[in-house]
């Protein structure tokens, strides 16, 4: 599975932005693609996932209410929404995918991962 992240940018504070996951190659095997993001010294954090069995989102208490992900069956493709941002969200986000059963959460349950796209929030 290749995957390819794109729509980072600068934005300013309480603006919104949408990062899109394309994928390619062995798509049949992906259960989930999820998003995370690594801010400067800090670890990768868990921004949210789908199923692509039926659509299911699962996020974390940190974004949810702010970030949607969607999904466009025929583009194969992942979009992260995010919005009121935060200075605090600036961090390089990258998509991931997972053949597990059971909702993946941790970076060791995901198999492929993009080249990650920068977002950065000023205030």
């Known amino acids: 599975v290749q995957l390819q992240a794109s729509g980072g940018g600068l934005v300013q504070a309480g603006d919104s932005l949408t990062l899109s996951c394309a994928a390619s190659g062995s798509i049949n095997i992906i259960r989930y693609t999820g998003w995370f993001r690594q801010a400067p010294g800090m670890q990768r954090e868990f921004v949210g996932a789908?199923?692509?069995?039926?659509?299911?989102?699962y996020y974390p208490d940190s974004v949810k209410g702010r970030f949607t992900i969607s999904r466009d069956g025929a583009k194969n493709s992942v979009d992260l929404q995010m919005n009121s941002l935060k200075p605090e969200d600036t961090a390089v986000y990258y998509c991931a995918t997972s053949n597990r059963i059971r909702i993946p959460y941790k970076e060791e349950a995901f198999d492929y991962w993009g080249q990650g796209t920068l977002v950065t929030v000023s205030s």
């Open positions: 789908i199923s692509w069995s039926d659509d299911g989102t």
